[in-house]
């Protein structure tokens, strides 16, 4: 299956569905999704854990990045080792961020390009059958 045939598809259900309320521009929560992150706050997560008060502060920041910190006792940023890919980066690090990659950037607006081409196509099929 083309990726066309994927945005394809996927125009197929979002107009074929006739009590779709119109949600162009708005968040929707996709299903399967726990929790959401508002963008430019810090959230405060919790390890589930009945011997020690610890967890994540996670904040989605302005540019789609991630800026996560471990917290201790108090929610207060507090050393962790970093690992990436298996490798130990920094054995104190105090905040890591996570960028979008420069390949998902260019997906997403080829993405974006193939929903609108699959849209209006889907448009001209629907008037052709009329």
């Known amino acids: 299956m083309t ?3 994927t945005a394809w598809n996927l125009v197929k ?3 074929g569905t006739k009590d779709e309320k119109k949600t162009k521009g708005k968040f929707e929560k996709m299903k399967g999704v726990d929790f959401t ?3 430019g706050e810090m959230k405060v997560l919790q390890a589930e854990d009945k ?3 610890r967890g994540v502060l996670v904040e989605l920041l302005k540019d789609g990045g991630y800026e996560v910190a471990y917290w201790y006792d108090k929610f207060e940023v507090y050393p ?3 690992i990436v890919d ?3 980066i920094k054995k104190d690090a105090r905040k890591v961020i996570l960028k ?3 390949k998902l950037e260019e997906a997403r607006g080829k993405s974006k390009a193939l929903v609108r081409e699959a849209k209006r196509k889907y448009k001209e099929s629907k008037k052709d059958g009329d």
């Open 80 to 82: 962790v080792e970093v």
């Open 51 to 53: 011997d020690y008060k």
């Open 100 to 102: 979008f990659h420069p």
């Open 37 to 39: 992150l508002p963008r």
């Open 13 to 15: 259900h979002e107009c």
């Open 86 to 88: 298996g490798k130990s």
């Open 3 to 5: 990726a066309f045939d």
